[in-house]
């Protein structure tokens, strides 16, 4: 029975009476060469379609996968928006399947959790840039609020990390007693509240901070400091504490 490929990679035609030449694709040369001038140069020796390219290979064994890579850049504006996009948006460009959601899926966690080993064991600064970079990869690009909090010891090293929360385009329930209830099970003597704005934009409403004041009246008679609030967006990033907020 002839293999019939799968939803990423069309069915491969039968090499039996074909020339040599004719076996050896010509996207294959193209493939090599984007490998070593990769391992050359490094991620800034190529643009984003050749590095979503790279990506795309293992997803996708036999056939050329820069045509993909550009239309898939083109529809969502950059390589961060690729690997950002969710599941269903990414499965509407023609030749997406379950192989390329996996593998786009795959470098994004990879990423994400290096980004956080590095805030493992030393004390963090709110607003430092490990710290930011962390919390962009995480949740800026994320098409819904999340309420995400940083609990810290007396040293200000990381206890854990916990999405508290997630809500709407436009909007995420915080409780503010069970924010102060989880630091004290966690004896977390400070945190940092964080969340995103879908709409990419990271200036705080009246309601964020005002949320932010409540939290932080709530935590102080039981010893719990409120280092910061940030918001994160695909524009870039804010401080509360930095803008002198709270």
Known sequence: ???????????????LFEAPSAMAPLHMGHRDRLRQRFRRGGADAIPDYELLELILFRAIPRRDTKDLAKRLIARFGSFA??????????????????????????????????????????????????????????????????????????????????????????????????????????????????????????????ADIDMTKLVIEAGRPLGVVVHDHIIVGRSGHISMRSLRLI
């Open 1 to 15: 029975m002839a293999d019939r490929g799968t939803e990423d990679d069309p069915p491969a035609r039968s090499g």
């Open 81 to 206: 928006e690729v690997v950002n996009a969710p599941e269903g948006r990414l499965k509407e460009v023609a030749g997406v399947g379950e192989a390329i959601v996996t593998e786009l899926k795959l470098v994004h966690a990879a990423a994400t959790r290096l980004a956080r080993t590095g805030l493992v064991q030393r004390p963090l600064l709110s607003s430092g840039p490990e710290v930011i970079s962390y919390l962009t990869m995480a949740q800026a690009y994320e098409h819904r609020e999340q309420f995400r909090i940083l609990f810290l010891d007396k040293k200000n090293r990381l206890i854990a990390d916990e999405v508290q929360g997630e809500g709407t385009v436009d909007h995420t329930p915080v409780y503010v007693r069970e924010v102060v209830k989880r630091a004290l099970e966690l004896s977390a003597t400070a945190i940092i509240l964080v969340h995103n704005h879908p709409s990419g934009d990271p200036t705080p409403s009246r």
